[in-house]
């Protein structure tokens, strides 16, 4: 138990500089495109953003999911076997009470799953079991060997501290070192070490500062404790050498780490976590406010706020997400930038989306079978609408347990119906070829549609209409045919529907998975 936890104390520090460096990723496209002649060397890249298709991995290690997703992925390979013969189940189960569910007529019913006469080995989930992950290019080491391998290198040049960088990024704690947590500790304390000594060195070089200051916030959100003080006189003097932008940019990614600390804290109470990360959130859209006013923010900055708003917001109450959602709107919809445009009407209707509970949801889905589904036509029974993509290994990963809760209690009177992100893909296809989900799917083709759209807030796609801003995402509609939740995830899911269709009696290996979310 201690070795896990040390792991997930790991995984939650490198998850940390994905949320806290959001903003900071924008630096190493400017340091890039100055460098285009090492790049092969720097292996500082930029995160890819996609407004729609967001895995938030980065939220992740600030939600109490985390556990969850590492046990699942670890989990994969053992269930998949079990996620196959349910699959197979489910469409025994589901071709016996087709009759019953509501649509058109009998001839439409029959294009949506396999043929009779199709090996049931066809109707499984094979194509969405995720291999766990494994990164290329890591070297995991001992804390003893640590010191020889991080020793600064005697060329001072750019190039020398850029290999440098990417050796240092390439350093992981072998399993002895994970084991022990001060060895973790310390083994952590060294890496940002280092980096801040490298960033010192290249703040020296002219044209090295964009890179400097990425090297020197990298060391900081790693150890914020030991280099946040140090951190607090960089933006000065960086003002005083005129570099203004870089000097505000700092500003923006300490107001990140404030608001990253604030999540992780353990010694604040809701309520105050709440108010301070509020309060942070805030600061951070005024600091981008006041970028634009001084011709220092661009476009990457407002997008990267964007995505670091959505992540916090997993960590805010309802009605605080809205209030940032609508205090950062307008500024991202009066940019010339078509994404940053589609980010602020998917706020404003992810905040008319959170105000639905207790309405009934009007409006058509078209399914890829050519079937017009309304909400309003499950009226007795339960309908989960849930947004995912075949890009996403959380919300595939979810689909497995999602399909199991569907083949117990569809009979008693729960209806899903899937919209796929993203749009038409090869592994879409290829899902839906092999009869991979009971349920009608609904493809959203919004990132498509935005590129080519003039107004963006005209489309009139599901994940624009509802204001989708993460994937997966779940709403619920009751047997009223009213909202029940605009957001829910699998275990708030699995008690609504055991209070409503009584108790769900899983599988030896869905409990396991269950209990560990």
């Not at 070490?193 to 044209?207: F, I, N």
């Not at 301070?276 to 005024?286: D, K, W």
């Not at 509802?466 to 779940?474: D, I, K, N």
Request: aromatic share 6%; with cysteine; hydrophobic share 45%.
């Amino acid at each position: 138990m201690k070795h896990q936890n040390n792991i997930q104390t790991y995984v939650a520090a490198a998850l940390m500089l994905a949320v806290c460096g959001l903003v900071l990723n924008g630096f190493s496209q400017t340091a890039h495109a100055q460098r285009n002649a090492r790049a092969a060397k720097n292996t500082q890249q930029t995160a890819q953003k996609q407004p729609v298709k967001q895995e938030t991995p980065a939220p992740q290690d600030i939600m109490p999911e985390l556990d969850a997703l590492e046990e699942t992925l670890r989990a994969a390979e053992d269930t998949a076997v079990e996620v196959a013969e349910q699959a197979a189940a489910a469409a025994e189960k589901v071709a016996d009470t087709d009759a019953d569910a509501p649509g058109p007529d009998e001839n439409d019913a029959v294009d949506a799953g396999p043929e009779e006469d199709e090996d049931e080995d066809d109707y499984v989930l094979e194509e969405i079991v995720i291999v766990p992950f494994e990164m290329e290019g890591v070297r995991r080491i001992s804390l003893a060997e640590l010191d020889a391998a991080i020793k600064l290198p005697e060329e001072n040049t750019a190039d020398a501290l850029l290999e440098f960088l990417a050796t240092l990024e390439s350093l992981e704690p072998e399993d002895e070192t994970l084991e022990d947590e001060k060895s973790l500790e310390a083994f952590l304390a060294k890496i940002a070490a280092a980096k801040w000594d490298a960033g010192m060195r290249l703040l020296e070089m002219d044209d090295e500062r964009t890179l400097a200051v990425q090297t020197l916030l990298g060391a900081v959100f790693q150890e914020p404790e030991t280099y946040m003080k140090k951190i607090n006189t960089l933006s000065k003097l960086l003002r005083d050498r005129g570099e203004s932008r870089l000097a505000w940019q700092v500003e923006g990614n300490l107001l990140q780490l404030e608001a990253s600390l604030i999540i992780q804290k353990n010694t604040k109470t809701d309520a105050e976590k709440q108010k301070l990360l509020v309060g942070t959130c805030a600061s951070l859209i005024s600091h981008v406010k006041k970028g634009l006013a001084a011709k220092l923010a661009e476009n990457d900055d407002i997008l990267m706020l964007a995505i670091s708003l959505i992540a916090y917001g997993e960590s805010l109450s309802t009605e605080s997400k809205c209030t940032l959602y609508m205090q950062f709107a307008p500024l991202a919809k009066t940019s010339e930038d078509g994404q940053l445009q589609l980010f602020g009407v998917l706020m404003e209707r992810a905040v008319a989306r959170y105000r639905m509970a207790g309405k009934p949801l009007n409006m058509a889905f078209q399914t890829i079978s050519g079937k017009t589904v309304k909400p309003k036509d499950f009226v007795g029974k339960t309908l989960a609408i849930y947004f995912w993509s075949p890009e996403n290994d959380i919300s595939l990963r979810e689909l497995s347990l999602l399909l199991k809760f569907y083949v117990f209690y569809h009979e008693k009177g729960l209806e899903v119906l899937g919209v796929a992100l993203g749009g038409q893909s090869d592994e879409l296809d290829a899902l839906l070829e092999d009869g991979a989900f009971p349920w009608e799917t609904v493809v959203d083709d919004t990132t498509e549609a935005a590129a080519e759209a003039e107004d963006v807030a005209k489309l009139d796609t599901p994940a624009v209409k509802l204001g989708v801003l993460e994937c997966p995402t779940m709403m619920l509609v009751g047997t009223d045919g009213k909202v029940v939740a605009a957001e829910m995830n699998l275990l708030e899911l699995l008690a609504y529907l055991e209070k409503e269709y009584g108790a769900y009696e899983p599988a030896e290996e869905d409990a396991d998975l269950l209990e560990e979310k």
